[in-house]
């Protein structure tokens, strides 16, 4: 493998790992708000107890999630100079700002929730979890807007002198269209992954028979938020579709595997072969005619383009070489994802229809299904990063900089491949640690309830105890 695969595959494993707990501590945190909410109006312990519970959780995925981000963050000074160097007075922006707003906002809040149980009003107390779920949204929202420049460049101009990108307008970064797709997709599906781990650990424990009150309605509120949420991601992925096949024809030709083009497009749901410019006609395939039209041009007869066709206009506007992106990748991906999205529909469809019921606690193969079906969100989300990210390919920012262009010149190939190995290490290190520590934590009993108020209501912050983990 060349230096610019292995850097690649280094900055992959990492990103990867660390997007397996972006999504859930920005999904967690909305449903812990949601949760101390139901507390504060109802005055209900089992509310409270529940919010405690998974309030650890959160802290988990934040400790392990911030670790992994900074590392990520390293490597566009360490593997990818060339790229920071050209990219640095557009990406430099949003990135500045999510450390310096929305990740202080977040992490700041969250330690005054940490240690403001019974020193804080319960009111001010509630007010700190929201603004720690602004916080995760606002960093995803600027990160999404620095992702999507590089997949769209708009409101930029080049530098005659340093030949470097730099910014002309801030408002059409934000209103950029992947970002305006991307970032509902992206809250949507993350309120998806904390739904489904919230489902999941609620059922195990009901399988058992422990605190089946209480963990009957965080159930409820988990099947209640996941259902909609599950469906509205998969409307504005098909949404986004759209839009991505109006600005990169290239990406939508590789997720369908399809080399020429095509009116009306049949959508496969599996095919065998076909992945490889060396190997275009798939062995099977089982197909839906139209349906590929329909997704990416919301047309039943709409026109994609095919990859040969689209490799052509590429040579002829960028000059020799080839345009054609790790096919396999951006095929599976959107399967994976789309296939496990509609898994989780059915899941929290059958789910309101027990709960609806009554039949919830009693219904083990249902809760023995839910508890299995938390790896799903996660699934989802990687296969809808490697979509995104390998489909762009060569380029590192769509028509203005390829990936081969954008490493660093002064690292070798033997220390990419050196830091690769020990990442490797240290992220399975971590894998272990994280899933141990969250099986710990998700399988304790409930604390006690808070001591009685002198009014229905949520106890005062003097009589509050404080949260110990």
């Known amino acids: 493998m060349s230096r610019v695969d292995l850097a690649r595959l280094q900055f992959a494993t990492t990103s990867l790992y660390h997007f397996l707990f972006v ?15 139901a507390w504060h109006r109802t005055g209900k312990d089992e509310w409270y107890r529940l919010t405690r519970f998974f309030g650890r959780i959160l802290l988990i995925g934040v400790a392990v999630g911030v670790a992994t981000g900074l590392v990520q963050e390293f490597q566009f000074g360490m593997n990818w100079s060339a790229y920071s160097r050209f990219v640095g007075d557009v990406f430099g922006a949003p990135l500045a700002i999510e450390g310096l707003a929305a990740f202080f906002l977040e992490s700041t809040f969250l330690g005054i929730w940490y240690f403001g149980w019974g020193r804080l009003s319960p009111r001010l107390h509630l007010a700190t979890i929201y603004l720690v779920a602004i916080g995760t949204i606002l960093s995803a929202a600027f990160i999404l807007a620095a992702n999507s420049w590089m997949q769209d ?10 030949g470097r990108a730099q910014l002309e307008s801030i408002g059409a970064l934000f209103t950029e269209k992947i970002f305006l797709w991307a970032l509902p997709h992206t809250l949507l599906a993350s309120i998806v992954t904390a739904a489904g781990v919230l489902l999941a ?15 009957r309605r965080s159930a409820a509120l988990a099947l209640v938020v996941l259902f909609p949420a599950v469906g509205l991601t998969l409307m504005t992925g098909a949404r986004l579709a759209v839009t991505v096949t109006e600005l ?3 990406k939508t030709a590789a997720m369908e595997a ?27 395939a089982i197909e839906i005619p139209h349906l590929l039209s329909v997704l990416a041009t919301n047309s039943w007869d709409g026109e994609v383009e095919g990859m040969n066709e689209v490799q052509a206009d590429s040579v002829a506007e960028y000059g020799e070489g080839s345009y054609v992106p790790m096919v396999p990748f951006s095929y599976w991906g959107l399967r994976v994802m789309a296939y496990l999205g509609m898994w989780m529909l059915a899941v929290s469809g059958v789910g ?20 299995w079906s938390a790896a799903a969100p996660f699934l989802m989300n990687t296969g ?5 990210e390998t489909g762009r390919q060569p380029w590192i920012v769509w028509g203005l900089l390829e990936t081969a262009d954008a490493e660093s010149p002064s690292v070798s190939t033997a220390q990419v491949a050196f830091t690769l190995g020990f990442f490797l290490v240290l992220y399975a290190a971590l894998t272990f640690l994280a899933w141990w520590w969250i099986r710990k934590y998700g399988r304790r009993d409930l604390d006690p ?7 229905a209501g949520p106890p005062s912050a003097s009589e509050a105890p404080v949260m110990s983990y």
């Open 23 to 37: 999504p859930f501590t920005i999904g967690m945190a909305c449903l812990i708000a949601i949760m101390q909410t």
């Open 153 to 162: 460049p708009t409101g930029y101009s080049i530098n005659p002198e340093t």
């Open 201 to 215: 650990v609620s059922c195990w424990h009901l399988l058992r028979s422990r605190e089946a009150g209480a963990f």
């Open 248 to 250: 990169q024809p290239m």
């Open 258 to 284: 399809l080399w020429n083009t095509e009116q009306p497009a049949s959508f496969s749901l599996f095919q065998i072969g076909g992945m490889t410019e060396n190997d275009q006609a798939p062995t099977f």
């Open 352 to 371: 309101l229809l027990l709960l609806w019921r009554r039949r919830l606690p009693d219904t083990r193969w249902y809760l023995h299904v839910a508890v």
């Open 384 to 388: 809808g990063w490697l979509l995104a």
């Open 449 to 455: 309830a808070p001591p009685p108020s002198s009014d």
